[in-house]
């Protein structure tokens, strides 16, 4: 019975890419000069620190320039309230991956809803859709492009 999975990835390699680029720009740049405004990776994401909260936003500003330049989508970016921590300013950035079961169930309900001859169902953070034949599931392909999600998604493991 073919089949296809509807995920939500990011490229880590990417990520990281950008954020060295990022990394590099903010400390040659003379705006940022003495501003002690650093971006570096942790668990969560990614942290911004800087002296003011200006410096911090140009900061993300240049962050998500580099993302965009590496094609990873703004919509896998979630930033946080700046937070003042004595004299620096923070704000965590997290990358998103997976797709939360709200978004599946509204995949889910959507597909059920077109009539589709085909089944989809959550699998963890991602969605399956099977179905007898090439065509349906194609239609299913085209019904999810339509949909407009909060999130980035991608068609990965078509099978036959």
Do not use: C
């Amino acid at each position: 019975m073919p089949s296809f999975d509807i995920v939500s990835n990011v490229q880590w390699n990417e990520v990281e890419n950008a954020l060295q680029q990022a990394q590099k720009e903010v400390g040659q740049r003379f705006d940022f000069r003495n501003t002690q405004t650093e971006l570096e990776r942790t668990e969560d994401g990614v942290t911004l620190r800087s002296s003011t909260e200006d410096r911090m936003k140009a900061a993300y500003d240049v962050f998500q320039d580099k993302l965009i330049k590496r094609k990873v989508s703004l919509k896998s970016v979630e930033a946080s309230d700046p937070e003042k921590n004595g004299k620096l300013v923070r704000m965590t950035v997290k990358i998103n991956e997976g797709i939360e079961s709200e978004h599946a169930k509204k995949l889910v309900l959507a597909i059920k809803e077109a009539k589709l001859k085909v089944q989809a169902s959550i699998q963890e953070r991602q969605v399956r859709v099977s179905g007898k034949n090439r065509d349906d599931l194609q239609a299913a392909m085209q019904l999810v492009r339509t949909i407009d999600m909060p999130i980035e998604l991608q068609f990965t493991n078509f099978r036959e």
